[in-house]
């Protein structure tokens, strides 16, 4: 019964910025991984990043030195923050999370689009 709710997508242009957050309801299980996956048009989902228990992150090369994910660990809460954002950003985002029963959640996706 858990949903992860994203907030914080929109219509931005590029080089501005956008932050995202994920926030649990329903009965909140303990996650260790929680990332942002990304699927634009006619291209397979890639993770954007992610994040650990322990605060350990990856992200994609493409976004390197431009995304940054957090974590707040009590509430179930992930962010990303958006930095010079790019049209090649432009894709429907999705929360994910995973805990540590290893079952996986998924949000429903949020749109964010970058004119250039």
């Known amino acids: 019964q858990v949903q992860l709710v994203e907030s914080g997508g929109g219509l931005v242009q590029a080089g501005g910025s956008l932050r995202l957050s994920c926030a649990a309801s329903?009965?909140?299980?303990?996650?260790?991984?929680m990332g942002w996956y990304r699927q634009a048009p006619g291209k397979q989902r890639e993770l954007v990043a992610g994040?650990?228990?322990?605060?350990?992150?990856n992200y994609a090369e493409s976004v390197k030195g431009r995304f940054t994910i957090s974590r707040d660990h009590a509430k179930n809460t992930v962010y990303l923050q958006m930095n010079n954002l790019k049209s090649e950003d432009t894709a429907v985002y999705y929360c994910?999370?995973?805990?540590?029963?290893?079952?996986?959640?998924w949000g429903q996706g949020t749109q964010v689009t970058v004119s250039s």
């Open positions: 994040i650990t228990n322990s605060d350990i992150t």
């Open positions: 994910h999370a995973r805990d540590i029963w290893n079952s996986d959640y």
């Open positions: 329903g009965t909140i299980f303990r996650f260790k991984f």
